[in-house]
């Protein structure tokens, strides 16, 4: 199994070849070719992916050669780095150790198959994991274990569009809100891109979809602002529930003075439903996520109702901070006391670890608790009682001289402490 954490640039490399487009997919756009037009603006970019091409050693190590976002970064650097971690999600291996089947939507089924090779975390559209707390769940081999997980597996595996983008923005933003990503909704982060204009006010898009916005504006002026669009800024739709995406590359194709929305497209990276099976020499089958690479023409992009956005960080319109946690108890504590305080972060929290050890500093327990609920998802801050924590857990680790310590995973990819000390009963 160990072969499974090295597979992360045949997943690169496949990323790079697969057709974008087609397939039944329902946000999946027409695939024309290559338009051979001449081009009339400095924006256009060739037709191929900003994924690194750097070999890794496996998994882990790309993942932990990622950067800590920081304000000397350039606006390049800051959105590749956003970019490399929505890939990560949409490309990591795994192997189920059991088969188990789940709506990935409302009706329609999924299946894992135990010992398959996988690639991506699955689309769900009801969960808020986040990378972070998937790879808790795996063993060093890429196995993970879903019978550790108790009937309702999906629950701790999947995620969505809108989750999946807003951890890959987390790694530099702590200004855009889950919400922002999903609705294009300014006062969330979602800063709006081009010339397209809409009342900025709007705080709910079932009052006026964005396919509204889009006629209301017009061919010409959504097709300059998918032009406008630089790698990592999103594109969003509502109408009654939505759909959003990462771009990778903008390409408007001129003709006769306009864009031509045929011919013009925008790759994208996005977590949608679905896998194409893959034969890879070495590897033999992979059933890889869809939505690592995608393209999309900008009529279909008008037709659905996108509208481009950025993030305030990219333009230097909010600071780079650096990762923050504090908590409401100080110094020696009971249980009691720890499960009733309140930690906050200035990035949205994946999941929290609670470790115990002895007397002489050795590891006697450790739990993760994730941000898995609605309630939760996405937080920057958390009452401890909401986690449901079953005290019982910890009481025989409490012994004599014992200590504990709280860490905590946020978005920006730092792991840091927010309490520890002497613990007692």
């Not at 890959?168 to 891109?193: D, Y």
């Not at 929305?261 to 679905?274: K, P």
Request: charged letters at 20%; proline letters at 3%.
């Amino acid at each position: 199994m160990r072969k499974i954490l090295a597979l992360l640039l045949v997943f690169a490399t496949l990323a790079s070849l697969t057709a974008c487009g087609g397939g039944s997919l329902e946000e999946t756009g027409t695939a024309e070719g290559t338009a051979t037009a001449p081009v009339q603006n400095e924006k256009t970019e060739e037709d191929k992916t900003d994924y690194p091409t750097v070999p890794r050693d496996s998994f882990l190590a790309e993942l932990n050669a990622l950067p800590i976002a920081n304000g000397a970064m350039t606006e390049d650097q800051l959105r590749q780095l956003c970019l490399d971690f929505f890939r990560l999600q949409l490309t990591l291996p795994w192997v189920p150790n059991q088969s188990f089947s789940f709506d990935y939507v409302p009706g329609e089924k999924d299946t894992c198959n135990e010992g398959t090779l996988y690639g991506g975390m699955p689309y769900v559209e009801r969960t808020y994991n986040s990378l972070y707390a998937f790879l808790t769940l795996c063993d060093e081999n890429g196995v993970l274990d879903i019978k550790g997980m108790g009937k309702d597996a999906y629950k701790y595996i999947g995620n969505q569009c809108s989750g999946g983008s807003f951890w890959g923005w987390s790694r530099v933003s702590n200004s855009i809100n889950w919400t922002g990503t999903h609705e294009i909704v300014a006062s969330r982060g979602a800063i709006p891109l081009g010339p397209y204009t809409y009342d900025l006010s709007i705080d709910n898009h079932l009052s006026e979809p964005t396919h509204d916005i889009c006629a209301r504006n017009g061919e010409q002026v959504m097709f300059q602002s998918y032009a406008a669009l630089e790698k990592a800024d999103g594109l969003a739709q509502y109408r009654n529930g939505g759909h959003v995406m990462m771009a990778v590359s903008t390409h408007p194709i001129y003709k006769n003075g306009k864009i031509d929305g045929n011919e013009s497209y925008v790759i994208v990276q996005e977590q949608v439903g679905g896998r194409s099976e893959m034969n890879v020499e070495g590897a033999g089958k992979i059933l890889a996520q869809k939505g690592r690479e995608q393209k999309h023409t900008y009529s279909f992009l008008l037709s659905r109702g996108y509208l481009p956005f950025t993030i305030a960080e990219f333009h230097g319109r909010d600071p780079i901070d650096a990762g923050k946690v504090s908590f409401s108890h100080e110094g020696q504590a009971t249980v009691d006391q720890l499960t009733s305080a309140k930690l906050e972060a200035n990035y949205a929290i994946s999941h929290l670890t609670f470790t115990f050890f002895d007397k002489d500093g050795n590891k006697t327990y450790e739990k993760s608790y994730y941000m898995r609920s609605d309630a939760l998802a996405y937080s920057k801050v958390l009452n401890m009682a909401d986690l449901g924590i079953v005290k019982s857990l910890f009481s025989k680790y409490i012994t004599e001289g014992a200590t504990a310590r709280i860490d905590v995973q946020i978005g920006n990819g730092e792991f840091l402490c927010a309490w520890q000390g002497a613990i007692t009963k």
